[in-house]
């Protein structure tokens, strides 16, 4: 594995009195695109709510860019360099889609510029003139993802980025993806559509109970499916 970029030990979360993550230990290299798996309900989502702090009661470590994130207030660890894009997506559907691109802060240099945006997603150059209650889901994804790469964050954490989406729709969205990897982006990606992200990720971690049970290298996939079928209920 690369460099460490994100680290995390030990890391418990919970809702009120929920304890819904019991001790997750995981690292994404620099540069490197991870993916969680696991069932509906084991912890993946709360796992990038607590990462970004949007979980707040907390413990264990959680390490970015050698900053402890656990000590930082909600909008500093925005500030951070990480870019969340959540299922909810989050656009602002009142907003067309170049006032949504224009919208969130600068936390870094290195960020998409409009051009680059538009030669990434080319639907979004089509529609940017268009409110975002007349975008289809593929092209409100295509928007979350684009507003996190214009704030210059160096990595993105995504919530099932594929869900609900057609075929062709997830073919655009993994060009993308591959694309911003190739740049050097570094991703997590939560997604119940491992073939999809066997394109594009470098290794699985698989959650279950709240907990990480296992990791392994994409080129293990393949060995690895009648487990996983199995475990995911696919």
Known sequence: MAEPLLDL???NAWYGESHVLHGVDMS???GETV?????????KTTTLRAIMGIVRKRTGTIHFDGKDLL???LHRTAHAGIGFVPEERGIFSTLDVMENLM???????GGMSIEEIFTLFPNLKERRSSPGTKLSGGEQQMLAIARMLRTGA???LLDEPTEGLAPVIIDRIGDALESLRARGMTILLVEQNFRFASHITDRFYVMEHGAISTTFPVGELDARMPELQQLLGV
């Open 28 to 30: 994404v290299g620099r």
């Open 35 to 43: 993916t969680l798996l696991g069932r509906n309900g084991v912890g």
């Open 71 to 73: 000590k930082l207030p």
């Open 9 to 11: 030990r030990d890391l």
């Open 103 to 109: 919208l969130p802060p600068v936390v870094a240099e």
């Open 154 to 156: 160096t990595m993105l």
